[in-house]
């Protein structure tokens, strides 16, 4: 575990390294490339502006109909004639889908870049969103379920492509996380309108079905953007030869002309670390989310329309303070205290979901969580690219998250979905499984705090961009030293891949088993 050992040289005392001292060399692993980055011409911010904002109005679109099954819960239920187990395969048909596809969705995107998947992505999500909707129209639930997987075929490709534009974009404490914040703040807006409209929607019109018509033509306004932004990465692609990442002197590219799945099976043992994080924190609240609009319903006394207010208010709430948490990863770092915070006030919130059942007690829960949601994803997928050595294949990593995600999130919705059919369709069993999700995510992030102290590759999560730059001596020998190393700390990112397969394979087992008997 020699590898894993650093000096703990990043103190106050070491050697600054001006920018105007940083050689910035090109890799030749990043792109094939052996031109220096002096000879490049990096867009100007007038550009970078263009591309962020472009692919949040994609990403606006896209999250308004992100939350409107689980708003609906109770009313899809009681129109489809459905169980708790058929709305939770419902859920999970998505989910499996994206185990399936996914690893190979980021091989994809890493190959022909982001602004091409992203293209190719809204196209086949429209037309799965069609389906849902008239699947919806007809109160057919296995048309649905077809819809959904179509659906999710588009779903795959783009969300991996969003943050690859991004990270080709910019660099880890260069803008990054700022871009981040940025695009996960408007897409909670979308994501709050969509929910929170969904019953009003629903009640006026008086047939459910029209929500998700309503979803479709959001979509449309999706894939003009989409064609918007092709074009504008095609005249950007020939006016600029792109920038490069301030610390490393990394070339920052958005698409490789060659893959190697080497670099996939032997990604940074620290990459994996976030990854064991992500897998409890992003699960915890995904699912909890879904039902979260049925649980304040029962615990509340209150109809749907006021529950998914609820809901929708402890979801999004935090719209304002994402991209601040993001200039602030950018700036100052402290990624991991990060996770900390995020894992303990979800765990926080979850116990008092969970025991404190009255209708004061849950609403604290959810004000808990609605600041704790905030701290999850920009956290987990600025420190993904940061602790990476080769953001060639970062479409591929980002990949391996969700898949990890979804593939828990399909084991979880299951057993839950029994476990609350089982209980007279309340909620004091399930939210057990919450707490212990919760409690998981909170273990992970101490252990990390903790291992910070000792390893390079975690401290480096915590440097501010200043500290980063300064610290080159630091990094760019980590990255030789990791590409050349062939010991403990790429067996254990070969074991960490295949646990993953594992995980995945186990999540299978339980899609079908639940779509076979309706069993957990």
Known sequence: MTEMLEPNRDDASGPAIEKTQINTTVSPQSDGASESTENLQPPPLSWKLGAIVLVTAIGFGSQWSSGITSAMKTTIKKEMKVNNKQFALLEASEDFMVTVLMLFSGFITDKIGGASAILYGNILYSVGSILVAGAAQTRSYRFMI??????????????????????????????????????????????????????????????????????????LFTNVMTVVFYWFTKIANKRFHGTADPATGERLVEKSKKLELRKVLELPWGFWAVMAFSMFQTSTSIVFLQNATELAEQRFKTSSIVAAWYTSTAQYAGFFFVPLLGVFLDLFGQRISSMVVCGTLIFTSMLLVCFANTPKGTAASFGIFAFANCFGPTTIIDS???????????????????????AVNIIVRVITGVIQDQSDNKYDRVTIVYVALAGASVAVSFLLAFGCWIFIDLRQLQWSRKLRIARRDILVPRKEAFNKASGATKKISIGCFGALLILTCGSWCAYFWGVATGNN
């Open 384 to 406: 993904i690219r940061t602790s990476m050595f080769d953001p060639s294949v970062f479409g591929t990593a980002y990949a391996l998250k969700i898949t990890m995600n979804n």
């Open 146 to 219: 077809g819809g959904r997987v179509i659906r999710a075929l588009g779903d795959i490709a783009t969300q991996v492509a969003q943050y690859k534009v991004f990270s080709s974009w910019f660099a880890p404490g260069n803008g990054f996380a700022s871009t981040l914040g940025f695009e996960l703040g408007i897409g909670k807006i979308g994501a709050f309108a969509g929910k929170s409209s969904a019953n009003i929607i629903a009640k006026r019109t008086g047939d459910f079905a029209w929500v998700f018509w309503v979803a479709v033509f959001m979509n």
